[in-house]
């Protein structure tokens, strides 16, 4: 496939907080992460379709709910180029995945915005987004044992949907980059070395396996980002996975918390961490493709599947994995796509949700599921001291699995699973 | 105050077991009436004495679903009872859809639940699992072998003993699932089990489930056959005057065909929430085609059309409450003697 | 004894799960049964090609869970 073996690799170099504080100057040091609170939220209020912002530090075991959560970001900046950090969305555009870039370990920022409340989305229960710090529902998210600068926005009343998304999104992106460029000049507590796949020697004779990851972008607050512009329309394409770990993906859909895709997960991507790991030894990484669901017609629907699976063969691959976005009629693009790998030798696994109901969705073919658990199964009922994001937010109730942000994110990211009761 | 067993025995029927009559009856506000009950009495005879009946009319039930389970689950609340057992509902879809719906509420609430109907019964879906559900055929008169079954399950679960899995004591599979954190990430299993599959070991978490209907045989003529046009795509007069749900319906509706020859941007809509409108409300035969099926009729295709269109919402809307639809809605047209139907769905 | 049901929908693999027995592909989840990128005539005439492919599977044995596409 060429000279790829000569592009750079991702440095990837992981700064790990273990205490995180308040103080007069945002600073990084030998795992205490200092966060001036005052100029975060300055920095974040900087967009004009925001009209304040709230600025609040959480850790693991706090009695807090987050409420209304709209997105997840672990804090990283390209500590050789920090401009083009995120590129296409906050930062210049510049091709992500290779060179240096750190992150903090410990540490998520998370963006928050009741926008029920502020009119720009229907009334509707599946906006409904939890991060709960302590409590039974605190290990169901993935976010609850990290330490969380949660940004709660107010946005400008008069201002359109789709600014205020871009404002917020931007902001939220713009405090990650500050709070990882602490770091740079530092030594890590760990370093990774991405390497382009392919560019390992030997290993012909392993299985090679690709992974098919699925995206939603069905307008404002529903949308995927790559390289800063939105997804929908796109045919199903190949990405170099250090793309995805070093920002190039962002997520800008905020329905159904548990079983979409926060940026935070495709930053810390198990499945390509995993497939990495795998390369050279079990397998040959062959590589990545990301495609739509959610497509409306079943001709659209087809198309892609057929497309997804034509790119995963010239990749080379003898298997995918298929990830699934959020929940309903992208489970027919899952199983479409399996359907169409399989039909051309491809053998599959996909990763799904399930819920009371069962699987939303089966093709025969799809004999080779992951489930990442029930997403309607109950969670007991939690009285937080301080809520964060919302007035009511079901206190004392129960909560769905689903109303949990990435509780069932069907990329694979948590240990969750469903069992034979 | 117990019967007298040591355990305290609630027991859910519909207003005909529980004697407040019959279809007329119907719309019965939840009732609590004290001891056993007609076939309550059947369950105090099998050892189970019943302390407390609580019964509801069926119709009453699926229209005021949310506030009849309040009052039904206070009074449960009130009784703390050992085990709760609803029915047997055999094949009453509404009787059964009560029972399983009950039942899902009280097993959240902690409270053992029996019931007893046909394994297709959509109170079955209702239940999600939390209910012994004994399978029964659809003949009332099985009751006399059926109560001493019920009762013995739920005395065993009363007094907290072991009940083994559904294969063994032949009541239905629960079909439950319960998350659990697995050693390793969902992305891990998937690269293990796909590396498996590739070296010819397939093996899967989670599999569907099914229930399935033979395909009925062919309409044998159909230029004399009375065909139906049902829909969940949300398509309603303008206006929506019966309040049709956008999401998460609790109903369907008939509404009169005769005389139209098209649904008319300016008399139909769709409100469904699951998808966007525009398209459909421009041209409502969009979602039923119904200008299409009385041009083919006009010239002998089909028999006639059937003279009312079935509609409901079928987005967020529990499998048990669409099962429960159906089967009253092909009830009726059972009883119209409609031959086929033509069915949309978003 | 069952009556013969087609369903028109533009997720046939749901369809297939749920245990449809007739299924006919739709267009589009927001229009199954029409075409608003057709002429209204055009429109008109295609509507009337899915019904009468409808009728043809309503007249039809079937192995279960059959899915039939609009033109064939």
């Known amino acids: 496939m060429g000279r790829h073996s000569a592009a750079p690799p991702l440095e990837l170099g992981t700064y790990e907080v273990v205490e995180a504080s308040f103080g007069p100057s945002t600073s990084w040091k030998a795992g205490n992460l200092v966060v001036d609170l005052e100029s ?382 | 105050m117990d019967g007298g067993s040591g355990m305290k025995v609630v027991h859910y029927l519909n207003q005909f077991f529980a004697g407040l009559g019959g279809e007329e009856a119907a719309g019965h506000e939840p009732v609590r009436i004290e001891g056993a009950v007609g076939p309550g009495r059947g369950l105090a005879a099998a050892g189970l004495p019943v302390d407390v009946t609580l019964a509801c009319g069926d119709d009453h039930f699926g229209e005021h679903e949310a506030e009849a389970l309040a009052r039904l689950l206070n009074w449960l609340e009130e009784e703390e009872p050992d085990v709760l057992v609803c029915g047997p509902a055999f094949g009453s879809g509404r009787h059964g859809y009560a029972c399983g719906s009950l039942a899902r509420e009280a097993g959240r609430r902690g409270v053992p639940v029996v019931s007893a109907m046909t394994p297709d019964n959509p109170g079955v879906l209702a239940a999600e699992g939390a209910a012994y559900i004994v399978p029964t055929g659809s003949n009332v008169t099985e009751m006399r072998t059926i109560l001493p079954v019920v009762a013995a399950l739920a005395g065993r679960l009363a007094r907290g003993e072991p009940v083994g899995p559904s294969e063994e004591e032949g009541y239905l599979p629960r079909g439950l699932r319960k998350n659990v954190l697995a050693d390793v990430t969902g992305a891990a299993r998937a690269v293990d089990l796909l590396l498996a599959k590739l070296a010819g070991d397939t093996r899967t978490e989670v599999a569907p489930s099914g229930d399935r209907v033979p395909p009925p045989s062919a309409v044998v003529d159909l230029s004399r056959a009375t065909v139906a046009l049902v829909s969940e795509a949300g398509c309603v007069p303008q206006g929506n005057p019966d309040r049709l749900p956008s999401r998460h319906s609790n109903m369907w509706l008939r509404y009169p065909l005769g005389g139209v020859s098209s649904l008319g941007a300016d008399a139909y809509e769709s409100v469904h929430g699951g998808f966007d409108t525009a398209a459909a409300n421009d041209d409502p035969n969009r979602l039923v085609p119904l200008d299409a099926v009385r041009e083919l009729e006009a010239e002998g295709r089909i028999g006639k059309l059937h003279d009312v269109f079935y509609t409901t919402t079928g987005v967020d809307t529990p499998v048990a409450a669409a099962a429960k639809f159906g089967q009253e809605i092909a009830a009726e047209l059972h009883e119209a003697n409609v031959q086929a139907v033509i069915l949309t769905g978003t | 004894m069952g009556i013969p049901t087609v369903f028109v929908t533009a997720l046939p693999t749901i369809a297939q799960m749920v245990g449809a027995n007739r299924i006919l592909r739709g267009v589009s989840i927001t229009h199954p049964t029409g075409d608003p990128s057709l002429a209204v005539g055009d429109e008109h005439a295609f509507r009337r090609r899915i019904v009468e492919r409808a009728l043809e599977m309503l007249a039809t044995d079937v192995e279960p869970t059959t899915v039939w596409e609009v033109s064939e």
């Open chain 1, 40 to 421: 975060l939220r300055g920095s974040a209020a900087k967009e004009p379709a925001v009209e304040a912002v709230e600025v609040h530090l959480v850790r693991p075991g706090d009695p807090v709910r987050v409420a209304n959560v709209l997105d997840a970001v672990v804090p990283h900046v390209k500590a050789d180029d920090p401009e083009a950090t995120f590129p296409g969305v906050l930062g210049r555009l510049a091709p992500a995945g290779r060179g240096r870039s750190n992150r903090l370990g410990g540490v998520t920022v998370l963006s928050v915005c009741d926008l029920r409340a502020a009119g720009l989305v229907e009334e509707d229960e599946v906006w409904e987004t939890f991060v709960d710090m302590a409590g039974p529902g605190a290990d169901r998210s993935g976010f609850g044992s990290t330490a969380n600068v949660v940004l709660t926005f107010t946005p400008r009343s008069d201002a359109p949907a789709a600014d205020v998304d871009l404002a917020v999104r931007k902001a939220t992106l713009r405090v990650a980059r500050e709070l990882a460029a602490t770091t740079i000049g530092a030594t890590p507590d760990r370093q990774e070395t991405f390497r382009p796949i392919g560019a390992r020697q030997g290993g012909e004779d392993l299985p090679a396996i690709a992974a098919i990851l699925q995206v939603g972008s069905e307008g404002p607050f529903l949308d995927t980002f790559l390289y800063g512009l939105r997804m929908e329309g796109l045919v199903p394409t190949a990405l170099d996975p250090r793309e995805v770990l070093d920002g190039a993906l962002t997520n800008g859909a905020f329905e159904w918390a548990g079983s979409r895709n926060p940026t935070a997960l495709y930053q810390r991507n198990a499945l390509i961490r995993e497939l990495y790991e795998a390369d050279g030894k079990r397998l040959r990484f062959a590589g990545l493709v990301v495609a739509l669901g959610y497509l409306n017609t079943a001709f659209e629907k087809q198309r892609s599947a057929m497309l997804s699976a034509r790119l995963a063969q010239l990749l080379g691959a003898d298997g995918v994995v298929c990830t699934t976005f959020e929940t309903g009629n992208s489970h027919t693009d899952t199983m479409l796509t399996v359907r169409a790998c399989e039909q051309l030798g491809i053998r599959t696994t996909a990763i799904l949700t399930e819920t009371n109901g069962g699987l939303t969705d089966h093709v025969p073919e799809a004999d080779c599921i992951v489930s990442v658990g029930n997403e309607d199964e109950l969670v007991a009922g939690w009285s937080p001291d301080h809520v964060i994001g919302a007035s009511a937010a079901r206190a004392g109730e129960p909560v769905p699995t689903w109303a949990y942000l990435g509780a069932t994110c069907q990329m694979g990211d948590l240990r969750w699973t469903a069992v034979p009761a």
